[in-house]
């Protein structure tokens, strides 16, 4: 979405990652200048999808950006609104489906009965928004929310990176030779 919104070209945002550049700009944008229909609403279980959301997302742009004579890649008046609302909907998604899981785990006995914790980490735990509407669903749910400070929520591939290194120094699953393995682009 924010590079669909050209952020790196808006004078606030610029030097910010995609989705700090969503957060600024949301924080003073009207959510409900734009409602977006939330992704997966048919489907009762606890996976998560951005797809359908992008796609309506796009269409508003589009939409938007006609409304306002604005070519492709430049900065929409109504910016920070979109930013709003993309990010509200993102949160209610993830909300309504770690409560579905939430749910799933309690009346499976999954999880202690007392003391049990939310963790959440990677990129999308660094998001303030995000994390007070998880925060309000541990509280009403008592369960602990545990994130990591936002300075150590980066993009998951730096996590996928620390995980490598851990388990290569307990040499878990590590492959000594290459040979015999097909690599095969996306």
């Known amino acids: 979405v924010a590079r669909r919104l ?3 070209k808006h004078p ?3 030097s910010m990652a995609g989705g700090r550049a969503i957060e600024h700009l949301a924080q003073t944008g009207n959510r409900e200048q734009l409602v977006f229909r939330l992704p997966m609403k048919q489907y009762r279980n606890c996976n998560f999808s951005f797809s359908g959301l992008l796609q309506l997302v796009n269409t508003a742009i589009v939409q938007k950006e006609k409304e306002e004579g604005v070519e492709e890649g430049e900065i929409l008046s109504c910016v920070r609104d979109v930013a709003a609302a993309v990010q509200h909907a993102v ?3 993830i909300i309504q489906r770690t409560y579905r899981a939430m749910l799933f ?3 499976n006995s999954i999880l202690p009965s007392k003391s049990a914790t939310l963790v959440v980490s990677g990129g999308v735990a660094s998001n303030q928004y995000i994390r007070k509407g998880l925060q309000n669903l541990a509280d009403a749910n008592d ?3 545990l994130c990591p400070p936002p ?3 980066t993009d998951n591939g730096v996590m996928v990176a620390w995980n490598g290194i ?3 120094r307990a040499g878990l699953g590590v492959l000594h030779s290459t040979v015999g393995i097909r690599y095969e682009p996306k």
């Open 105 to 107: 785990c309690m009346k």
């Open 6 to 8: 050209s952020l790196r």
């Open 143 to 145: 369960f602990a929310l």
């Open 91 to 93: 949160t209610v998604h």
């Open 166 to 168: 851990e388990r290569l």
């Open 12 to 14: 606030e945002c610029h």
């Open 151 to 153: 300075r150590l929520c």
